[in-house]
C-alpha cells in the first residue's frame, strides 16, 4: 500500500475515534502505534507505548509547562490578577466602557505572569465581572471583554502554548517570547478599539462611572509592585539572559508562592486545591503530548509528510496562498476540533511544508497562537466561553458570543496584519540574537 | 516499502540533523557502502535529526525493541551500559578520533570491553577527537577551575574536574550547552570543535585551552535478531564495511572536520586558542592522574584494558 | 462494597497528585536556593540539574490518575451532545473504555521498560542515584492509572444502563489551557 494512504486511513480512524469521544491524545496514541504496527510489526509499535512517554516525561524543556501552570495559579490565588485590574481600573474605569478595556488591560498584565488562557479567563471571570454586572454593563460586553481578555493569556509570554510549539517544531522557546511582544501589544489596542467600538454602537452596553481620586489610584498602583515583580523577574530574567527558561519558571513558583503565603498565610485546603487543579491541567497536557509523539512515528514511518510537502511544491503555488490555504483548514477543523489539538496533529505535516516554502517557524508559532486564541472564544468549541459559561450559568452562550464579536473582528485584522507583515513578529528576536 | 524482490531497508535513526556532517557524509556513506557491498540487497534509510526518536537517551531502546533497526548512539547518554569504552573518555589517552576509533574496534575485537555488547549487533565503534577546555574565563592551570561551575561530558571527566575543585553540573546536554553558558549556569565545558561550532557554543565562549582531556565515545549499533534474519551475503557484505573500515572512515572524516573548524575560528581570532606548553599538559596530567588510578582500580579487566588500547593506539 | 472501593481511588488518586505537585514545589524552591548559593555564595547546590529529569517523570506520572478520575482531557464531544440521553452515555462509556485499554496497554509496557532499564544499571550523571527504582515508581502510577480509569469505566456502565450521569466526578476547569 502506498504511503499516503495508509497515512490517509490512520488519519479517517483517528477521526473517527475523536468523534467518538476519545481524548485527542488517546485516539492519536492508537493509531499511531496500530499504524506503526502495519509497517513495522507489533513488538516495536507497542514498545513505543514506553519509550515515547518516557521521552516526554523526562524532558525538560516540556517541564516548564506544570511550573508555569503552578505559577499561574498560584499567582491569582495571591490576588495578583486583583491587583493589574484594580490599576486599569483607577486609571481608565470612569471613561465610557473603561472597566472593559481595564479588563483587557488587566488580562494582558495578568498574562504575564500566568501562562494559560484558560486560566486567565476563569482568575478575570471571578476578579472583573462581578464588579461590571453590578455597575450596569451588558452581560454580553462584560463577558466577551473577559473571553476575548482570557486569550492574552497564550499570546503574551510566558504562555505554554508556545512551549508546546517549540518542543515540538524543535524551536528556542525564549525566541517565541520574543517575537510575541509586539503581537501581544496589538492584541492589547485592538482589543480596546474592539470595546470602543461596542460602546460607540450600543451606548447602553457600558454605564457611567464617577473616575477615582488621585489618591486611590496610587493607591492602586502601589499595590501593584507584586505583578510588577513577579513579570519582571520571569520575563526580565529570561530576556536578559540571567536564567534558563527552567530557571526562571521554577523562580515564578517560589515568588508567586511566597506572595500566596504572604498575603493570605498557610491555608492548607486552599493550597491543596491549587496543587492539586494545576497538576490535572499538566496531566493532559502530557497524555497529549504521549499520543501525538507517538502518533508521528506513524507519519514519519509512512513518509507522507515528504510526499505532501513534495506535491505542494509541484502545485507551484505562491507561498503566501498556500499559508492562507492552511489558515483556512485550521478554521475548519476548529469547527469540530480544540484548536490546540489541531495544530498537534497538523504538526507533521503542515512544518515541513511551512519550512520548505521559506517562512520562519517561529513567525508561524506566533500565528499559530493567534488562530488558538481565536478558536478559544468561537463555537463549537470556545473553551473560554465554555468556562465562563460554568462560571455563570445566567448568562447565556449566544450572549457571549454577541459580545465576543468586536474581538473576533479584531482578531481577524491582527492575523491579516501579522501575516501580511511577517516583520512585526520577526524583527524583535532577530534584534536580540 | 520493499523496493525490489528480496531488497530489505534498514532503518537507520540520528539523533544528528540531516544536515550535519556525520549524517550527511559519514553516515550515509555508509548506507550506500551497505547497499554496494550487499548488491542492493539491503539498503539503508536514515532517519536524521531525531524523526525516530528525538532523546539521545532513548536511541539504544529504540534498536533494542526493533523501532530502528540501526541507531547512532552516544553511550554517554546511557551511563552504565558499556562501562568498557570508557578506556575512550580518559584524559591524555586518544589522540584523534582515528586512531581512538580503531583502538576501540581492536580491544573490542579482542574481547576486552565490558558490557552489554552481546545484545546488540556492533556495527562499529568510534570515539571523537579529544575534547578540549572551551570556557568563558582563562583557564590555564588546573587550579584555575577552584569553585567554578563546569559542565563535563563523562562522569570520568567529572570526576577529575571535581578532583580539581570545580563544581560539576549534570543534566546539561549538548544542545543546551551555549544557552547554559550564556545565562551563568556553567562557565565552561569540555567540547571538541565539532561540537563547538554546531552547538553554537563557540558564540559564549572565548577561551579554549587545548589539553587533550578525553573523548566521547560513539556507537552504531543493529538489532541482532534484524541482522540474523539477513541472509548470510548480505551479513558478510554488511560486515565487510563496518568495524575497522567503518572507524577508518569515521575518523578520517571527523578529524579533517576538525582540522578545518579550528582553522574557521583561527582565522575569526574571537576565541583564544591556548596551545599548551609542556609545563601546562604534565599539571593537567597530574591532575587527572587519581581517577584514572581510581578507574583502573574498580575492576579486575581495566589496566590489561589500558595497556591493550594504548598499543593499539601506539601501532 | 463499590463504594468503599471508589472512595479509596479518590483518595489515591488526590493523594498522588498532591504529592506529585507539592514535590514540583520542592524541586523549584531547591533551583532558587541553587540560584541563590551559586550568585552569592558561589557554591551551588551539587545535582539539582541532575535529578530534575527523573523527578518530573515521577511528579508528572503521579499526576495522571486524578486527570482521569475527574475526566479532564481534551475531546470533542459534539457528536454525543447532537446524540443526548443514552446514546451520549454509552459515547462516554465507549471513550473510558479506550482511554482503560491505552494506559492498560501502556502500564503493561511500562513494566519491562522499568526492568530493563534497571538491569542495564543506567545511573544519574552527578549524583550516580540509580535510576531504575524512579521508573518503578512512575509504572506504579501509570498502574494506578489504569485501576483508576477501570473505576471510571464501571461508572460510566452504571450510567448507561441507569440512563443517567452516575456518580461522576465535575470537571474543574480552573488552571488548563
Ligand atoms: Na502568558
Ligand atoms: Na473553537
Known amino acids: 500500500m502506498d504511503p499516503l494512504t495508509v497515512a490517509g486511513i490512520g488519519f479517517a480512524l483517528m477521526f473517527a475515534l475523536i468523534a467518538l469521544h476519545v481524548p485527542i491524545g488517546i485516539a492519536m496514541g492508537f493509531v499511531g502505534v496500530g499504524g506503526f504496527a502495519f509497517i513495522v510489526g507489533w513488538q516495536p509499535a507497542l514498545s513505543l507505548l514506553a519509550s515515547e512517554p518516557a521521552a516526554t516525561l523526562t524532558n525538560l524543556n516540556l517541564a516548564v509547562i506544570p511550573l508555569f501552570m503552578l505559577m499561574g495559579n498560584l499567582a491569582a490565588a495571591a490576588g495578583l490578577a486583583n ?42 471571570g471571578r476578579v472583573a465581572l462581578p464588579e461590571m ?85 496610587l493607591a492602586a498602583l502601589r499595590k501593584g509592585w507584586g505583578v510588577v515583580l513577579l513579570s519582571v523577574v520571569v520575563l526580565g530574567g529570561i530576556y536578559a539572559g540571567i536564567f534558563t527558561v527552567n530557571e526562571a519558571a521554577a523562580v515564578g513558583v517560589v515568588v508567586s508562592f511566597v506572595f500566596l503565603l504572604a498575603r493570605r498565610g498557610l491555608d492548607v485546603k486552599e493550597l491543596t486545591a491549587i496543587l492539586v487543579s494545576a497538576s490535572t491541567a499538566t496531566a493532559m497536557i502530557y497524555v497529549m503530548v504521549f499520543g501525538a509523539t507517538i502518533f508521528s512515528y506513524f507519519m514519519t514511518i509512512t513518509d507522507a509528510p515528504a510526499v505532501i510537502v513534495d506535491a505542494i511544491t509541484a502545485m507551484d503555488l505562491p507561498p503566501l496562498g498556500v499559508i492562507v490555504m492552511f489558515l483556512l483548514l485550521y478554521i475548519v477543523l476548529g469547527a469540530f476540533f480544540d484548536e490546540v489539538a489541531a495544530m498537534i496533529i497538523t504538526i507533521p505535516f503542515v512544518i515541513p511544508v511551512v519550512q520548505h516554502l521559506g517562512f520562519d517557524l517561529v513567525w508561524w508559532g506566533i500565528i499559530n497562537v493567534i488562530v488558538i486564541e481565536i478558536g478559544m472564544i468561537t463555537p463549537p468549541i470556545g473553551i473560554n466561553v465554555m468556562v465562563l459559561n460554568a462560571m455563570r450559568r445566567d448568562i447565556a452562550l449566544p450572549q457571549i458570543y454577541k459580545g465576543i464579536f468586536p474581538f473576533f473582528i479584531a482578531d481577524m485584522i491582527r492575523l491579516a496584519i501579522l501575516v501580511a507583515f511577517p516583520a512585526l513578529t520577526l524583527w524583535l528576536p532577530r534584534l536580540l540574537q | 516499502i520493499a523496493t ?84 575512550g573518555e580518559l584524559p591524555f589517552v586518544v589522540p584523534s578520533a582515528k586512531a581512538g576509533s580503531l583502538a576501540m574496534w581492536s580491544v573490542y575485537e579482542q574481547g576486552l570491553l565490558e558490557g552489554d555488547f552481546d545484545k546488540y549487533k556492533i556495527i562499529a565503534l568510534f570515539t571523537s577527537s579529544p575534547q578540549y577546555v572551551a570556557s568563558k574565563p582563562e583557564i590555564r592551570m588546573p587550579s584555575d577551575l577552584q569553585g567554578r561551575n563546569f559542565r563535563a561530558s563523562s562522569p570520568s571527566l567529572l570526576a577529575v574536574i571535581e578532583d580539581m575543585g570545580a563544581v560539576a553540573v549534570g543534566g546539561i546536554t549538548g544542545p543546551t550547552v551555549a544557552e547554559s553558558l550564556s545565562r551563568g549556569v556553567i562557565e565552561g565545558s569540555f567540547n571538541e570543535w565539532n561540537a563547538i561550532k554546531s552547538y553554537r557554543i563557540a558564540d559564549a565562549i572565548d577561551h579554549v585551552l587545548e589539553v587533550p582531556m578525553g573523548t566521547s565515545p560513539l556507537m552504531i549499533v543493529m538489532n541482532k535478531a534484524r541482522f540474523e534474519g539477513l541472509s548470510e551475503a548480505a551479513q558478510a557484505g554488511i560486515d565487510a564495511v563496518s568495524g ?52 583502573l582500580a574498580a575492576a579486575p579487566g581495566r589496566p590489561a584494558l589500558l595497556a591493550a588500547y594504548r598499543a593499539a593506539i601506539g601501532e | 462494597m463499590h ?74 464531544d459534539v457528536l454525543g451532545q447532537f446524540l443526548g440521553g443514552r446514546a451520549e452515555l454509552l459515547l462516554n462509556a465507549v471513550a473510558s473504555l479506550a482511554v482503560l485499554v491505552f494506559f492498560g496497554l501502556l502500564a503493561w509496557q511500562f513494566v519491562p521498560y522499568a526492568a530493563s532499564v534497571s538491569a542495564s544499571g543506567e545511573r544519574t550523571w552527578v549524583l550516580q542515584w540509580p535510576v531504575g527504582p524512579w521508573w518503578y515508581v512512575a509504572t506504579g502510577c501509570f498502574i494506578v492509572s489504569a485501576l483508576t480509569q477501570a473505576m471510571v469505566l464501571i461508572d460510566d456502565i452504571i450510567s448507561v444502563a441507569l440512563g443517567r450521569p452516575w456518580a461522576a466526578g465535575s470537571t474543574p476547569i480552573d488552571g488548563s489551557l
Open chain 3, 3 to 76: 463504594h468503599t472501593i471508589h472512595r479509596m481511588t479518590q483518595i489515591l488518586a488526590r493523594s498522588l497528585a498532591l504529592l506529585g505537585f507539592t514535590g514540583l514545589l520542592i524541586l523549584s524552591i531547591l533551583v532558587v536556593l541553587d540560584i541563590i548559593l551559586r550568585t552569592v555564595a558561589d557554591y551551588p547546590l551539587k545535582g539539582v540539574n541532575d535529578i530534575s529529569a527523573m523527578v518530573m517523570a515521577v511528579v508528572i506520572s503521579a499526576c495522571i490518575p486524578q486527570s482521569l478520575l475527574i475526566k479532564q482531557s481534551i475531546s470533542v
Open chain 2, 244 to 295: 575497522a573500515t567503518f572507524a577508518t572512515a569515521f575518523g578520517d572524516a571527523f578529524d579533517a572536520q576538525i582540522a578545518a573548524t579550528r582553522a574557521d575560528y583561527v582565522a575569526q581570532g574571537r576565541i583564544a586558542i591556548t596551545v599548551p606548553d609542556r609545563a601546562t599538559l604534565d599539571a593537567w596530567k597530574a591532575a587527572s592522574q587519581p581517577v584514572i588510578d581510581d578507574w
Open chain 2, 4 to 87: 525490489g524482490a528480496t531488497a530489505e531497508t534498514l532503518r537507520f535513526s540520528s539523533i544528528e540533523p540531516p544536515v550535519a556532517f556525520l549524517t550527511s557524509k559519514v553516515f550515509s556513506a555508509w548506507g550506500k557502502a551497505v547497499e554496494d557491498a550487499t548488491a542492493g540487497e539491503v539498503k539503508v534509510k536514515i532517519f536524521a535529526g531525531g524523526t525516530l526518536g528525538r532523546s539521545p537517551a532513548q536511541q539504544l531502546k529504540l534498536v533494542e525493541d526493533g523501532v530502528a533497526d540501526v541507531a547512532f548512539i552516544v553511550p554517554g547518554y546511557n551511563p552504565g551500559v558499556f562501562p568498557g569504552v570508557i578506556v
Open chain 1, 83 to 124: 491587583d493589574v485590574y484594580n490599576i486599569a481600573h483607577a486609571f481608565i474605569g470612569h471613561r465610557k466602557g473603561g472597566l472593559a478595556t481595564a479588563t483587557v488591560l488587566g488580562s494582558g498584565g495578568f498574562g504575564a505572569v500566568c501562562g494559560s488562557g484558560v486560566a486567565t479567563t476563569a482568575t478575570f
Open chain 1, 133 to 217: 454586572l453590578e455597575r450596569g454593563y451588558a452581560p454580553s460586553l462584560a463577558s466577551g471583554a473577559i473571553a476575548a481578555g482570557g486569550t492574552l493569556g497564550i499570546i503574551v509570554p510566558p504562555s505554554t502554548i508556545m512551549v508546546l510549539y517549540a518542543i515540538l517544531t524543535e524551536q528556542f522557546v525564549v525566541d517565541l517570547f520574543t517575537a510575541a511582544l509586539i503581537p501581544a501589544l496589538l492584541a492589547v489596542l485592538l482589543y480596546a478599539l474592539a470595546v470602543r467600538a461596542t460602546v460607540t454602537f450600543n451606548r447602553s452596553a457600558a454605564a457611567e462611572i464617577a473616575p477615582l481620586s488621585w489618591r486611590d489610584r
